[in-house]
């Protein structure tokens, strides 16, 4: 029985359109609360780990605010060795970069190079006919809800796919079966209702004081329009790594 092992971080991000493809694809989810110190999982080869995102980053590794990180980053290196699936959400993608040799930084705005973060539905696009036929991006960029305020500086082995107009680094792989996305591509329903309600001074930071605001219309227009394409993105994401598993046993 292969599943889907969810790593959270965080009570208000969770696994979302993941979880519906998950269940489609014949993995059994089983979701663990790191936060509140729920064990980490047992990870068997046929498993799939997904680690989500949240307001730490890999500089907290060590922050005893934050106690369950270096335990979560030590499994992660572990199932890596052991050439387990993982798909890596935001801070999920920036964990798997550092565990490769990769290492972060604050995101600057490009005008006057001071730290700003990237907040918004915005597009992501290929970086080149090879990386386009990789994640089925077609020539039409995806749009994505992006949260974050560093970007990954990528290790020599990871292969960049996707960048947006703002941060380079957007969705990489490391080898056939590790996979980090910097952006948020698994959002429905009333999600990111509760992200705009908890995380006012981080918007305002990037859009401005009038952040949640241009954030709640940036939803109505987009959450439902790209839904269709996100679940596409999601499918031909598992189906590639689940073919690479089949082809390498």
């Known amino acids: ?12 991000e969770g696994p979302g359109l993941f979880l519906k493809i998950a269940k489609e694809k014949g993995f059994v989810p089983e979701i ?19 680690i989500m995102g949240g307001p730490m980053s ?8 934050y106690f369950w990180l270096r335990e979560e980053t030590d499994f992660l290196k572990r199932a890596i060795e052991n050439q387990i699936s993982t798909i890596g959400v935001c801070l999920g993608a920036q964990l798997l970069a550092y565990i490769s040799g990769g290492k972060i930084e604050p995101l600057k705005d490009k005008l006057n190079r001071i730290n700003k973060p990237e907040i918004g539905w915005s597009e992501i696009f290929s970086i080149d006919e090879k990386s386009n036929a990789e994640i089925s991006l077609r020539k039409k960029p995806l749009i994505v809800l992006h949260w974050h305020g560093d970007r990954i500086i990528l290790p020599s082995q990871a292969e960049l796919l996707a960048s947006s107009t703002r941060c380079r680094e957007q969705l990489f792989k490391v080898g056939e079966l590790i996979y980090g996305l910097q952006f948020h591509v698994e959002t429905e329903g009333l999600m990111t209702n509760e992200w705009i309600k908890n995380d006012k001074k981080f918007i305002i930071s990037g859009l401005g004081k009038n952040g949640q605001k241009i954030l709640e219309n940036q939803c109505t227009e ?4 790209t839904i269709n394409e996100r679940i596409l993105f ?3 994401l598992f189906d590639k790594i689940i073919e690479h598993k089949k082809t390498s046993l």
């Open 58 to 65: 890999v500089r907290d590794i060590n922050n005893e605010k």
């Open 234 to 236: 999601i499918k031909n």
């Open 1 to 12: 029985m292969k599943k889907l092992l969810v790593l959270k971080n965080i009570e208000r």
């Open 222 to 225: 987009f959450e439902s329009k």
């Open 32 to 50: 663990y609360n790191l936060y509140l110190g729920e064990k980490l999982p047992d990870a068997k080869k046929d498993d799939l780990i997904l």
